[in-house]
């Protein structure tokens, strides 16, 4: 995570908004606990590495690790509620190898199996070129103002399942 964040936001963020979209980002265990979190591993010089992470969500929080506030972790309704696409993270060194639309593939579909009819995420800058390939479109755009006083963008985007 912290390398994904750190080297591929860079062509669309400055260091201090990198630093700002920190605040609304990370681990959040509740996606662990639920099992709704995946990682993607390769083989690579007779090893084993962690190429991306990511994940769906069937709790109301929309965005954000443990540490993020407004969080809300009751369960989503299927019949009424979307499912979220949470945490999406790929590796710097496997940018651009269909590492993002695995983990969207998986997380959608695992969504669908589980009731869920439609799907939401809050994209960062950066992520929004993928969701918008996709089929994702947005709802809404918040700037929240971080501890370092830079913006910090999140984009709420759905699309049905």
């Known amino acids: 995570m912290s390398a994904a964040i750190a080297v591929?936001?860079?062509?669309f963020l400055s260091n201090e908004e990198i630093n700002a979209a920190q605040e609304s980002m990370g681990v959040d265990h509740s996606l662990i606990e639920d099992e709704t979190y995946f990682v993607i591993e390769t083989r690579l010089q007779g090893g084993t590495i962690m190429v991306g992470c990511g994940g769906w969500g069937k709790r109301k929080t929309l965005y954000?690790?443990?540490?993020?506030?407004?969080?809300?972790?009751?369960?989503?309704d299927p019949g009424v509620d979307a499912a979220?696409?949470?945490?999406?993270?790929t590796h710097p060194d496997w940018t651009r190898n269909g590492i993002g639309t695995l983990l969207l593939n998986l997380g959608e579909d695992a969504a669908r199996e589980a009731g869920f009819r439609r799907?939401?995420?809050?994209?960062?800058v950066?992520?929004?070129?993928l969701y918008l390939a996709r089929g994702y479109h947005e709802v809404s755009r918040e700037t929240q103002i971080a501890a370092n006083g830079a913006d910090n963008v999140i984009i709420k985007m759905e699309r049905p399942l």
């Open 84 to 89: 979220r696409i949470r945490a999406m993270y």
């Open 8 to 11: 591929n936001m860079k062509p």
């Open 126 to 129: 950066p992520g929004e070129p």
């Open 119 to 124: 799907i939401e995420l809050g994209s960062t």
């Open 64 to 76: 954000g690790g443990d540490h993020t506030k407004g969080r809300d972790d009751t369960l989503s």
